[in-house]
């Protein structure tokens, strides 16, 4: 099994309760496990009991278990306070209001918080020597999908951008006349040195999620998130991530053979659609289901939690490929 | 002052003159030239990094923000220059001596 493990799916499948139990079922088995939720509604505090924040912290009542919860408001703060304080040494006061006008904006764009969700994220990986797992519980499909997909798309762009700026300097160090000094020089260009530093982060990510990580879909019974699981796959194998296995959670239980009430009669029919639709997924999908998650009355914490824990057929295996 | 020197001296002045001529006429529109065209480069350099001041979302303005005590000079010029310019045509006028 690859260090770190990735469950997605649609909004309210169940994620961070797989997560969470699947984090458990590592620690239980002797692995330094980290559960990270990268959800913007963290739910891991309610599943545990507990207030969890940016840092990792262990998880009260189990062994080997911590847990963190990424808020990517706080990284997108902590990122403008970084540029301005360069900003304040680097850039002569006079324009200084100009230049902040631009930083402000870049950091209020749609696109950064997705940025600082991704940089946090490989900050937890580049900084995860001391566990033998991490489980990343993450947000709805379509933000995970693009978190996953950055790297590559990002690493182009910051190729050209490489690519330009070398070119302008090139041609500006030839423009240098006798003995005058160009106006730029390529080796202390701290551009180049910053986009370089950047493009070796993406990098990163990209081997890593590529080679040390696996992929799990969580789904329900139902329609719209099996139809969301098939394009969620296709998305990730358009990307080079494979998707390891299916998790079926929140699986209505049959009732007794002898029961005929209303109550019984609707639960049966209910239990016969989705145990036809369960089928279905296992004929159409390539991806093997691996467990099948009955649903729970109350809120899957404590007990129920460990219970959800035995009931995945995910190996733990404790020999860690990283 | 001898006469080699008198030589001396005029060969001198007679060479500082060819080589400001060839500057002059070669070389400087030459090196300018090539001053413009890289300042063109630049400029499709801070677009790509900067789109979004000028509204065109840029995934990337979160990483390139980065730069910008960098480059702050350079991006006020810019700017000046990208909501000033007028024509194509006109800038690219300015790269020859008629």
Redesign the interface.
């Known amino acids: 099994m690859e260090k770190f493990v990735f469950f997605g799916g649609k909004g309210g499948v169940g994620k961070t309760t797989v997560s969470c139990a699947y984090g458990l079922k590592c620690a239980r088995e002797g692995l330094n496990t980290l559960v990270v939720s990268t959800d913007p509604a963290h739910s891991t505090s309610d599943v545990f009991d507990q207030q969890f924040d940016d840092d990792p912290a262990p998880v009260e009542g189990y062994e080997n278990l911590h847990a963190m919860e990424i808020d990517p408001d706080e990284e997108v703060e902590r990122?403008l306070l970084d540029?301005k304080r360069?900003?304040s040494?680097?850039?002569?006061p006079g324009?200084v209001n100009?230049?902040e006008r631009?930083?402000e904006?870049?950091?209020r764009?749609?696109?950064?918080y997705e940025?600082?969700l991704f940089d946090r994220f490989i900050d937890v990986m580049r900084n995860a020597e001391e566990y033998d797992r991490v489980v990343f519980d993450t947000s709805p499909t379509g933000g995970t999908l693009r978190l996953l997909a950055l790297p590559e798309?990002?690493q182009s762009?910051?190729d050209?951008?490489v690519h330009?700026?070398e070119?302008?300097i090139d041609?500006?160090e030839?423009?240098a006349?006798g003995e005058r000094s160009a106006r730029k020089r390529a080796a202390e260009d701290?551009?180049i040195a910053?986009?370089v530093e950047?493009k070796e982060m993406f990098e990163f990510a990209a081997e890593t999620l590529r080679n040390d990580a696996a992929f799990f879909l969580v789904l329900n019974p139902d329609e719209l998130s099996i139809r969301e699981t098939s394009r969620a796959i296709e998305d990730l194998s358009g990307h080079g991530l494979a998707v390891r296995g299916l998790v079926v959670n929140k699986v209505a239980p049959s009732p007794d053979e002898g029961e005929e009430g209303t109550g019984a009669t609707y639960l049966r029919q209910r239990y016969e659609t989705e145990q036809e639709r369960i089928r279905h997924i296992e004929a159409e999908f390539d991806q093997p289901i691996v467990a099948r998650i009955g649903q729970r009355v109350e809120e899957v914490k404590g007990d129920l939690l460990a219970e959800v824990a035995a009931e995945l057929g995910i190996p733990v295996a404790s020999e860690v490929r990283a | 002052m001898t006469l080699v020197e008198r030589i001396a001296a005029y060969r001198e002045v007679v060479e500082e003159w060819l080589h400001g001529l060839y500057h002059g006429m070669i070389?400087?529109p030459a090196?300018?030239l090539?001053?413009k065209?890289?300042?063109d480069?630049?400029d499709?350099?801070m677009f790509?990094?900067?789109a979004?001041?000028f509204g065109i979302?840029?995934?990337?303005?979160?990483?390139?923000?980065?730069?910008?005590?960098?480059?702050?000079?350079e991006?006020?010029q810019w700017?000046r220059r990208m909501w000033d310019r007028e024509s194509l045509i006109e800038r690219k006028g300015q790269q020859y001596h008629f």
């Open positions: 990122h540029i360069t900003m040494d680097q850039v002569s324009i100009e230049i631009q930083i904006l870049a950091h764009t749609p696109g950064a940025a600082a798309f990002l762009w910051i050209r951008l330009k700026r070119k302008s041609l500006f030839k423009a006349i701290p551009i910053r986009l950047r | 070389e400087h090196y300018e090539i001053e065209e890289a300042e480069n630049d499709a350099f790509a990094c900067f979004d001041a979302p840029s995934p990337v303005s979160y990483y390139t923000a980065e730069l910008l005590p960098y480059l702050g000079d991006f006020e700017e």
